[in-house]
T-cell receptor
């Protein structure tokens, strides 16, 4: 299983772009990269998922370089409601999610 | 469409008592999971199920039992609660993988159960 490393915490201000990088040096060929967001007193929720290059949805963008040893979650123009913990998960998707490990995540604090 | 529903939302137990946490999903998902989350830590997998009638151990299974008698339900039991089991418990489900971009490539979580064991 690919081990992931991401910053413990980050601070930002409303309206700024936030980039959270996750390192996963031993990512396997069939592994995907998935990001989840967790608000206090709630379960995590899916944000974005990708295999290579760039993925964009209505919430975020995910940048994955060619060697796939890292990935960057980009949140454009954050607001106070983006204050949450963000988890980077790396693993295969074709046999369920039991092998994916939630680390401690990155605690993002957005201030006015 | 309620997604993943957990009951109860809060519970206080005394050491040695037993209880069952119920997880129900209405998305016809094959896989279901129980996690626990402690302060300052990520989610740790307790048990999981890959289909009706099956269960398997996760990272931290000791002190817990599970059952999946119906596809939509996954029960987590504590036979003799201990203070170390004070935690927030999350249930999740996921479907069989479809081509990229489909809904089933996601984990869907419930809102959690806050359990305190005194």
């Amino acid at each position: 299983l690919a081990k992931t490393t991401q910053p413990i915490s980050m601070d930002s201000y409303e309206g700024q772009e936030v980039n959270i990088t996750c390192s996963h040096n031993n990512i396997a060929t069939n592994d995907y990269i998935t990001w989840y967001q967790q608000f206090p007193s709630q379960g995590p929720r899916f944000i974005i998922q990708g295999y290579k290059t760039k993925v964009t949805n209505e919430v975020a963008s995910l940048f994955i370089p060619a060697d796939r040893k890292s990935s960057t979650l980009s949140l454009p123009r954050v607001s106070l409601s983006d204050t949450a913990v963000y988890y980077c998960l790396v693993g295969p998707l074709n046999t369920g999610f039991q092998k994916l490990v939630f680390g401690t995540g990155t605690r993002l604090l957005v201030s006015p | 469409n309620a997604g993943v529903t957990q009951t109860p939302k809060f519970r206080v137990l005394k050491t040695g008592q037993s209880m069952t946490l119920l997880c129900a999903q209405d998305m016809n998902h094959e896989y279901m999971y129980w996690y626990r989350q402690d302060p300052g830590m990520g989610l740790r997998l307790i048990h999981y199920s890959v289909g009706e009638g099956t269960t398997a151990k996760g990272e931290v299974p000791d002190g817990y039992n599970v059952s999946r008698l119906k596809k939509q339900n996954f029960l987590l039991g504590l036979e003799s609660a201990a203070p170390s089991q004070t935690s927030v418990y999350f249930c999740a489900s996921s479907g069989v993988r479809l081509p990229p971009g489909q809904e089933n490539e996601k984990l869907f979580f419930g809102s959690g159960t806050q359990l305190s064991v005194l």
